[in-house]
Nanobody, 126 residues
């Protein structure tokens, strides 16, 4: 049983920055591509960012967040971060981290992530 959990969510205002954390119960560096997704009620879960297995520098982003979101790892802490800058109302969602042990080419597809955290909510005041 893999254990992972997200923290760092909370009410923010447009233009604010936020850092989400995904803490895992085991080492992920050489085992998993770690992804962040988000979901708004009534909509499908959306890929946000991912960091490739065996790498701290090979990262992937959805077009809608490039330049504002940064994914990073702290391998010693078994934690993956999502730095969010210049938040806008369209970023409001529940944010999830997840683990993917498959080929890195599947990083966008949530069906290839077998282990998920419970999510952290990021409301954005308008």
């Amino acid at each position: 049983q893999k254990h992972l959990g997200e923290t760092g969510g909370g009410l923010v205002q447009p233009g604010d920055s936020l850092r989400l954390s995904c803490k895992t119960s085991e080492r992920t560096y050489d085992r998993y591509t770690v992804g962040w997704f988000r979901q708004v009620p009534g909509k499908e879960r959306e890929f946000v960012a991912a960091v490739k297995r065996d790498s701290n520098s090979i990262t992937y982003y959805a077009d809608s967040v490039k330049g504002r979101f940064t994914i990073s790892r702290d391998n010693a802490a078994n934690t993956v971060y999502l730095q969010i800058n210049n938040l806008n109302p369209e970023d409001a969602a529940v944010y999830y981290c997840a683990l993917n042990s498959g080929p890195v080419s599947t990083y966008r597809n949530d069906l290839h992530y077998r282990h998920w955290g419970p999510g952290t909510q990021v409301p954005v005041s308008s």
